[in-house]
């Protein structure tokens, strides 16, 4: 009785692991998450093309809300129709985009299930995050030497932000690209130059990928290029790429 969680790195087929695209191939329960019923899950689009017509998918809703007392009865759902389907004897696999361990609806599931389903064991396949895929693709190093680093989720509170930014030298913003105008204006308030380096990303690593890198100085006061709530931005405080 096992489930494996298998990460799916950040969009692009060919950047699964082999360990991940063995398993995807030999399961025979595949589940995924998404945000609401209907919904295709991004998870389970990227991973399409290495499934056995023979596999049964089935999708999670995980709602896209902040009241976390709403979201325990859909979490306490999930685990216990994913541990019925491991104990029925099954080889199921859950996905989750990027990486398991990163802002993932699999945290939450993981949690419920030591928590009440005890028997079924967990194997975690990690995927490559969206922080290395856009580091790739913009060809920048994310750290060196002794510079710190922070992972900002979203950039509802301008306030943390700033505070959080003043203290690294290279700041990952993901998720929410429509707060991204207003983050590259408060980076300049946070200590970081005009020639800060800024990458910013929209489906990087998918068919539709827009990337930019740019001085923060030719970004202030500019529409941004990302609209979608699946953006990423890295600010780079000292520009030696």
């Excluded at 030999?26 to 998450?33: G, K, L």
């Excluded at 999708?59 to 009241?67: I, N, R, Y």
């Excluded at 509802?156 to 991204?180: H, P, Q, S, W």
Aim: net charge neutral.
């Amino acid at each position: 009785m096992k489930l494996f969680c298998v990460g799916c790195g950040p969009g692009d087929p060919e950047l699964l692991t082999v360990r991940a695209v063995n398993l995807i191939k030999s399961a025979e329960v595949i589940f995924a998450p998404t945000a609401r019923e209907g919904k295709p899950s991004i998870a389970l689009s990227v991973v399409e093309k290495y499934i056995d017509r023979s596999t049964k998918t089935v999708s999670l809703v995980f709602p896209m809300v902040k009241d976390r007392e709403s979201l325990k009865d859909y979490w306490k759902r999930n685990a216990e129709e994913i541990a019925g389907t491991v104990r029925s004897g099954k080889s199921v696999v859950y996905l989750t985009v990027g990486d398991p361990a990163l802002y993932s609806t699999w945290i939450y599931i993981h949690r419920e299930l030591k928590r009440n389903h005890k028997d079924v064991e967990v194997e975690v396949v990690p995927g490559i995050a969206s922080m290395f895929a856009i580091a790739a693709k913009a060809q920048i190093s994310l750290a060196e030497g002794e510079e710190t680093v922070a992972v900002v989720p979203a950039c509802y509170d301008m306030e943390r932000v700033r505070r959080t930014a003043n203290a690294c030298d290279t700041v990952i913003f993901l998720k929410d690209g429509r707060y991204f105008d207003s983050v590259i204006e408060m980076l300049g308030l946070a200590g970081f130059p005009d020639d800060a380096t800024i990458a910013i990303a929209q489906d990087v690593s998918d068919e539709g990928e827009i990337l930019e890198v740019k001085k923060l100085s030719e970004l202030l006061g500019k529409k941004g290029p990302t609209e979608k709530y699946f953006s990423i931005m890295v600010a780079k405080k000292n520009a030696r790429d």
